[in-house]
């Protein structure tokens, strides 16, 4: 046995429990398919989009804080190699949305009823808007992200039993590599499947919103996850309030860009008026007032005001409920990203919103911690472990 | 003996390498090392370094009662190229500034050790580049005169400034910036003011920094207050270094020319700003630790982490290049595919593929180990940074306004020999007024130097704790 921490036996419960709520709301979901299927595709592709960001946030997160030679989050490590372990899963979770293009991306075949001008944008872009590219793009992405967060994994897990520092350094060169690979897979990704919702609209910095936003819920799901996991053969026991300070104050960081790259996305839109990107943060900000007014003051205003608090921060209880009404701001950012294409005039929920958003949760839930078992919760073997567990703050 | 904890990377940990402080010294030692270029005269290399930028101030000088004596029309500026080296030069020099906050105040919150040694030099250097960069939208008002008229006061002529112009978010920007510098500079000097005031050997030296250090003693009250107003001033100056260059950046994004109107702007134009600044940090650093003897608290330690944050900036930079470029075709805007297509091929192509280079290909070469660890090479790329940034904003400012919408309106761009003047004249300003600071204080933190020999003791400490842990738990 390790003598940092034993390996985690348990859970095979939660990972049933999980997989059986995935099923039935992804079931369920596919019943809504036969009664409404645009509304359903558009849900499915709401939840696919939030639960795959927060996999693939994980990965970014990761593969941050080993190119940066962080020590201190080495304790809180794990949990993010196996989020970022589940992206191969959402490959498979992907093919819905395949089937379902051309309902969901108007490029596929443009309405009937569009203009002529429009129509002349939209081949425009034909070169890089068409089905056989974007599912070599989509193909791509998948291969990228998998095989770096599987390397990652491997390679830590490999750590934990040979306590290897050379493991350390290929992790570390993978990641400082893969960054710049995985900054562009992301970027295109976010065009491909959020921005081309609406062919013809652009905003250069919207797919740093959107893996910005990807940040801002994996951390808060770590941050959950480290308050919850304090159970035998769990990494939650090894922390301490220093952990959880650094964490919030992290968090905190994101928030702030989070709002920044928002606000700037939203003043430069406005300001200019101009009629390819205005329709967009119309129906966004004036049809969906309250889902942006909401967005607003609980996506940034409340949090920045409680992540200033520095006890709110050490405690470990009071944090994870902070995190989570995050997660939960999050989904609703996702959501008011990707409805208001299917509803521009008003806000409009579906049952198979929530169907969709449990399904895809339970089954990637599921995988995760079917991941999780047998393995150290922590990276027992990582040479900087005592360094993240001994961290001082001053 | 210190109380073990790992509070600084040293070596002997796995995989690192370099140390951040070279030897262990004494806190006399440091005092009486640091103080050394203080206390010394200079020598013949530094009075002609000083006779080098004066002549080039007289030629500022000469520039500068030219602009204001003929007026905007001295420049080669041209309807519609109305903005051109001014506005270059403006967001040139204020870039560079936000290196200094980056790591005077990011780095400090972010709890990286590393600043301590350098962050005098690059906090020295902000002042004076917001100062150059100031200069040109006075000089550019035609009517420098009135500057303050920029500034909203409740004037007998009712003349409000046009609260929905970006240059009057500017003129808030800049002076909130320089005077958040200055203070959070001013605040990290005094105990090193002490430092010299007690080290001083004439009683006029010893008055002047008794004077500047505002009486510091050195009491816990004082070292306690001290720490929390800088800790303070740090949370302040981020939101704001940000801001400023945000603020820059809407200048251009908010109007809708294209090559001016995108939403990454203001990130762009951060990351931008702090690539620049880092690598003029690099440029003054180098030579500075060899000619000050500071090369036991400077160590390859500080320019190997410079230039992995260069990599990392002009990473950023290059993805905005990139993503800007794509994001212009996939508009599928005739205006916006064919300014972003001038740029490329355009009259001043050469200076969109010279910024290529000098951004995105020379910061390539921090991939290597070896390479960040060569001086000289550090030092050619970190020049050709600095000037990759300057074309950069040449090419924003300067050829999309030669691209309007109308194609009547097209028109060339040449600048004069004011222009020149200016540019290089705020260079020799910059670098006179660099000399003579590092001659008055401090140019490496004293007190912060000696903290980090602390931390550094703690993690040997710790270090011991570890191994002997390791030695007596049995093989793992």
Not at chain 1, 363 to 380: E, F, K, Q, S
Request: proline share 6%; charged share 10%; hydrophobic share 55%.
């Amino acid at each position: 046995m390790n003598p940092v921490l034993p390996r985690f036996e348990g859970g095979q419960r939660l990972v049933l429990g999980c997989a059986a709520v995935g099923t039935l709301g992804l079931g369920l979901t596919a019943l809504g398919l036969t009664q409404n299927t645009r509304e359903t595709l558009f849900s499915y592709h709401f939840a696919f989009t939030y639960w795959m960001g927060l996999a693939l946030g994980a990965l970014l997160l990761l593969a941050t804080f080993h190119a940066a030679r962080a020590r201190w989050p080495t304790a809180v490590r794990r949990p993010l190699e196996l989020g970022a372990a589940t992206l191969p899963l959402f490959a498979l979770l992907f093919v819905p949305v395949v089937l379902g293009l051309s309902p969901l991306f108007p490029w596929v075949h443009p309405p009937a009823d569009l203009p002529p001008h429009a129509r002349e944008q939209l081949l425009a872009k034909a070169p890089y808007l068409n089905v056989p590219f974007f599912l070599v793009r989509t193909v791509l992405y998948f291969t990228v992200w998998s095989a770096v967060a599987w390397l990652l994994l491997h390679w830590s897990t490999r750590q934990d039993e040979s306590g290897d520092v050379d493991l350390t350094v290929r992790q570390r060169r993978l990641s400082a590599g893969g960054l710049p690979v995985l900054g562009l897979t992301t970027s295109f990704a976010a065009v491909d499947w959020l921005m081309s919702l609406e062919p013809r609209w652009v905003s250069s910095v919207f797919s740093a919103y959107f893996f910005i936003g990807t940040w801002v819920g994996a951390l808060a799901l770590l941050v959950v996850v480290a308050a919850s996991a304090r159970g035998a053969g769990l990494f939650g026991a090894l922390l301490g309030p220093t952990h959880f300070r650094l964490l919030g104050t992290l968090l905190f960081a994101f928030v702030c860009l989070w709002a920044y790259i928002a606000f700037c996305q939203y003043m430069l839109i406005w300001v200019a008026d101009l009629p390819e990107e205005v329709p967009w943060v119309l129906a966004r900000t004036e049809h969906w007032r309250p889902v942006a007014v909401v967005l607003v003051l609980g996506h940034f205003a409340l949090p920045f005001l409680l992540l200033l608090q520095r006890r709110l921060k050490a405690d470990r209880r009071l944090l994870a409920v902070v995190a989570l009404w995050l997660l939960a701001m999050h989904a609703l950012d996702t959501w008011w990203l990707v409805m208001p294409a299917l509803h521009p005039e008003r806000p409009t929920l579906h049952w198979t919103s929530l169907t969709a958003f449990v399904g895809v949760g339970g089954i990637a839930a599921a995988a995760a911690l079917w991941l999780a078992r047998g393995r150290y919760t922590a990276p027992v073997g990582d040479p900087f472990l005592l360094h993240s567990l001994k961290v001082k703050v001053p | 003996m210190a109380r073990p904890a790992p509070s600084a990377p040293i070596p002997g940990e796995p995989l690192v390498e370099l140390p951040l402080l070279e030897g262990r010294h004494t806190d006399a030692e440091l005092t009486h090392s640091l103080l050394y270029p203080v206390d010394r005269r200079g020598g013949r290399a530094f009075w002609a370094l000083v006779l080098l930028a004066l002549a080039g101030v007289g030629y500022f000088l000469v520039s500068v009662v030219v602009t204001v004596l003929v007026g905007i029309g001295a420049w080669g500026n041209n309807i519609p190229v109305a903005w051109a080296f001014g506005i270059i030069n403006f967001v040139w020099w204020i870039g560079i500034g936000h290196a200094g906050t980056l790591i005077s105040a990011i780095l400090l919150l972010l709890q990286q050790k590393w600043r301590s040694s350098i962050n005098r030099i690059a906090e020295t250097m902000t002042l004076f580049a917001v100062m150059m960069a100031a200069m040109f939208p006075l000089l550019h008002l035609g009517r420098p005169w009135f500057f303050y008229w920029l500034a909203p006061y409740p004037s007998t002529t009712r003349t409000w400034p046009q609260f929905r112009s970006a240059l009057t978010w500017d003129m808030a920007a800049i002076t909130t910036y320089f005077t958040v510098s200055f203070l959070f500079w001013y605040l990290g000097l005094l105990p090193d003011l002490a430092s010299a005031r007690d080290a001083a050997r004439s009683p006029r030296k010893r008055w002047w920094y008794g004077l500047a250090c505002l009486g510091w003693r050195g009491s816990a009250r004082h070292w306690y207050h001290w720490r929390v107003g800088y800790l303070l001033l740090a949370g302040l100056a981020t939101p704001l270094v940000v801001s400023v260059h945000t603020l820059v950046s809407f200048d251009f994004a908010i109007s809708q020319l294209p090559g001016w109107h995108s939403t990454i702007f203001p990130p762009y134009f951060v990351a931008g700003a702090i690539f620049s600044g880092l690598a003029m940090v690099l440029t003054l650093l180098l030579p500075a630790r060899r000619v000050l003897r500071l090369t036991h608290v400077v160590t390859m330690a500080h320019v190997d982490a410079l230039c992995r944050l260069l990599l990392v900036t002009g990473s950023i930079v290059a993805y905005a290049y990139l993503h800007e470029h794509f994001i212009a075709w996939y508009s599928a805007s005739t205006f916006e595919r064919s300014i972003y297509h001038t740029f490329r091929t355009g009259p001043f192509a050469p200076i969109f593929w010279l910024t290529v280079f000098c951004n995105v290909l020379v910061p390539q070469l921090f991939w290597s180990r070896r390479l960040r660890r060569n001086l000289v090479v550090v030092w050619v790329a970190a020049l050709l940074v600095n000037v990759g940034m300057w074309s950069e904003r040449f090419v924003i400012i300067a050829v999309s306004l030669t691209r309007t919408q109308l194609p009547s309106a097209w028109a060339g761009y040449s600048p004069t020999w004011v222009d020149w003047g200016l540019l290089s004249g705020s260079i020799s300003l910059f670098l006179l007024l660099f000399l003579v600071t590092v001659k008055v204080v401090p140019p490496v933190p004293i007190s912060e130097t000696k903290e980090l020999q602390r931390q550094v003791d703690e993690a040997e400490a710790f270090l011991r704790e570890v191994e002997a842990t390791r030695g007596g738990g049995g093989a793992r």
